[in-house]
């Protein structure tokens, strides 16, 4: 009986420990704590967006009419990641050095990619969360930075 409730408490333990969630020790922002900053952003460059019920806020340019990926498909694509100051983090013109599987990508790309179809072009304003989150990437993206893509759907395997 001792072990059990010793179990329990760590459990509840490690759970609370600092309020914070995930394992690098960060806090994620709140979605809705983005919301106007990505509406603004929109606004600003001219981006007509629709709201996912997720918080992506995206704009299809054009819709494709080839396959749908799905989560297990490998994308090729060309892309334009840009933080909301206008500097771009990442880029890619060249659709044969991509190829990855989609359900390996951040949260944003999983909801927004299937919104198109083979040939199709998006544009996502992607929540904190749904991107690099509070740890951010490297230099690059700081931590619970919302971020722009702006994507063509080459291929779908």
């Not at 979605?31 to 918080?55: D, F, K, V």
């Not at 599987?101 to 040939?119: F, Q, Y």
């Not at 904190?128 to 779908?156: E, K, R």
């Amino acid at each position: 009986m001792k072990k059990l409730i010793f179990v329990w408490t760590i459990i509840l333990f490690a759970s609370l420990s600092c309020g914070k969630t995930g394992t690098s020790g960060c806090t994620p922002a709140p979605i809705a704590s983005e919301s106007a900053t990505m509406i603004s952003y929109c606004t600003a460059n001219s981006i007509n967006y629709s709201t996912h019920s997720s918080g992506l806020l995206y704009e299809i340019v054009t819709p494709g009419t080839g396959n749908t990926p799905s989560l297990t498909s490998k994308i090729y694509i060309t892309y334009t990641g840009k933080l909301f100051d206008g500097t771009v983090f990442d880029s890619q013109s060249n659709p044969a050095l991509t190829g990855w599987v989609l359900s390996t990508l951040v949260d944003g790309w999983k909801v927004g990619l299937p919104l198109i179809k083979k040939g199709g072009r998006i544009k996502l304003v992607v929540p904190s969360s749904m991107g690099y989150g509070c740890a951010g990437s490297g230099t690059a993206i700081p931590s619970n930075a919302p971020l722009f893509f702006d994507i063509s759907l080459i291929d779908v395997q």
